[in-house]
């Protein structure tokens, strides 16, 4: 008879890989945030702060961002096609515009219903959609048939992992610092990251020789690269590549046959400079030395859940194949098939973000004006944010040049050091754990992301309304210095 006695899993026996991978954006201080958010909505007044500021995730709805009221609208008839029965009283009454009924008349045929399957690789017309947005943004022609639509970019990017990782010999290299995701998974499939370090002192921009270093390393080593991840504008960093960097990158995969994976979700969050898309540029080259480049492979990115849409929870994103073996291309295929397909309200959602009212459209004017006001309150924001840091003793920071997020140097004394030792906790972890109990702003600590060793950093947000948190952050900086010197 079998004993009942016991779990059959216990931590010992689950898999190894996914205890092993790290995810500090919702790690131990996010854990902590909620607990103290808990506890607030449950009356607590002992805590020395009345609010939780979440600055650890972009998760711009979280933090006060509004709704764009076209997309919304759109969505609320897609849920509900009912009220298209009541196409007046929408216009009339609810503040609906012809366009908004219209739209959501065209995605209805497209997809039936939002709440049916569609194409594993998302609607048709969807996709086509974004195929004309990529043709406006780029210059250059894009293929439907390229394109595949994600449970946000997230999900895209485990895909393309699964069907480039075939051992733990697999090598990816992944800039340092970077978003989590692509440690996370590489260790999940037991394949091998490559680390290669960004430099600080050119505003995070890539650094070929460290590239080109950690791959003659790798290889070296027996590991089998075979792609390049490159995250533009940056997370955490908030950089935006100039196109000589751009360049630099795609000739080096075209040299050493890398995939170049570019996750360039936040594209429309650029204060500084443009946003160049590797696929324009890579598409220029191309025409530039005909022949030369015809074998790169890129896979592009995008997301609903950053920019101005910032629809995190609707979970709509797509990817762009360029220069993949058809077969290749099958596989790709299979892979998603076998997660059915995206959440269809966010491939709704997609469709709404590259193809948003026009001028001369009734909604364009209100949708012109939300946008614009999102993207300026960021930039404001971004700016008193860094404008605080410089005020504060030991802290360096660029200049926001783009995405969701500051990724400030910290200096801290040694006493500091002793202390986060004496918890068995790095410094900058220690530091932002101290600032959490004290404040209720949650960051994420630099070595979630990977730092230079012998640094300390931490990654905050800049999406949270009002200015009174920020002030809070300069208070316990100066009083944690002054404490641990």
Not at 229 to 257: H, K, M, W, Y
Not at 362 to 369: D, G, T
Not at 431 to 450: D, H, I, K, N
Request: aromatic residues 8%; proline residues 6%; contains cysteine.
């Amino acid at each position: 008879m079998a004993s009942n006695a016991g779990s059959r899993l216990n931590i010992d026996n689950v898999n190894s890989h996914v205890r092993a991978a790290k995810y500090a954006v919702r790690g131990e201080l996010a854990v902590k945030s909620e607990e103290y958010r808990a506890a607030l909505q449950k009356g607590m007044t002992d805590l020395p702060f009345k609010e939780v500021i979440s600055a650890n995730i972009g998760n711009p709805q979280q933090l006060d961002q509004k709704p764009i009221t076209f997309i919304r609208q759109v969505l609320s008839i897609l849920e509900n096609p009912a009220l298209l029965e009541k196409g007046d009283v929408l216009v009339n009454h609810l503040g609906y515009k012809p366009d908004v009924l219209e739209r959501a008349k065209k995605l209805l045929a497209a997809v039936g219903s939002v709440g049916a399957y569609s194409a594993s690789n998302g609607a048709p017309a969807i996709r086509q959609s974004v195929a004309e947005f990529l043709e406006r943004r780029d210059g250059f022609p894009a293929n439907q048939a390229d394109i595949y639509m994600s449970a946000g970019a997230s999900s895209g990017v485990n895909t393309l992992l699964h069907v480039i990782c075939a051992n733990e010999k697999s090598g990816v290299l992944v800039p340092i610092p970077q978003y989590p995701l692509y440690t996370a998974s590489l260790s999940v499939l037991n394949a091998t990251c490559v680390p290669y370090y960004l430099d600080e002192q050119k505003n995070w921009g890539t650094d070929l020789a460290a590239i080109r270093e950690a791959y003659e390393k790798a290889k070296a080593d027996g590991v089998d690269v075979r792609a390049i991840v490159i995250i533009n504008p940056g997370n955490p960093t908030g950089a935006s590549l100039p196109e000589e960097d751009i360049r630099a990158v795609i000739d080096f995969a075209r040299q050493e046959r890398l995939v170049i994976l570019a996750d360039e979700v936040y594209q429309t969050n650029v204060f500084i400079g443009e946003f160049i898309s590797f696929k324009r540029m890579l598409r220029q080259m191309q025409k530039e030395q005909p022949g030369t480049y015809d074998a790169v492979e890129l896979a592009s990115l995008h997301s609903v859940s950053k920019g101005m849409v910032g629809e995190c929870g609707h979970r709509g994103g797509y990817f762009e194949l360029v220069g993949f073996d058809p077969l290749v291309q099958a596989e790709i295929y299979k892979f998603v098939s076998i997660m059915l397909c995206a959440p269809v309200i966010g491939q709704c959602l997609v469709e709404l973000m590259v193809n948003p009212p026009r001028p001369g459209e009734p909604s364009y004017e209100l949708y012109e004006q939300e946008y614009s006001a999102i993207f300026n309150g960021l930039r404001e924001r971004a700016n008193a944010l860094h404008k605080a840091f410089e005020q504060m003793e030991g802290v360096e920071c660029g200049v926001p040049q783009g995405s969701m997020y500051l990724f400030p140097t910290i200096k801290l004394p040694p006493g500091a050091a002793q202390a986060a030792a004496a918890e068995g906790r790095t410094p900058d972890e220690f530091y932002c754990m101290r600032l959490l109990e004290a404040t209720g702003v949650c960051v994420v600590p630099g070595s979630g992301f990977g730092q230079k060793e012998g640094t300390l950093h931490f990654r905050t947000t800049f999406l949270a309304p009002g200015t009174e948190w920020v002030g809070s952050i300069v208070k316990f900086h100066k009083e944690f210095m002054d404490k641990y010197r």
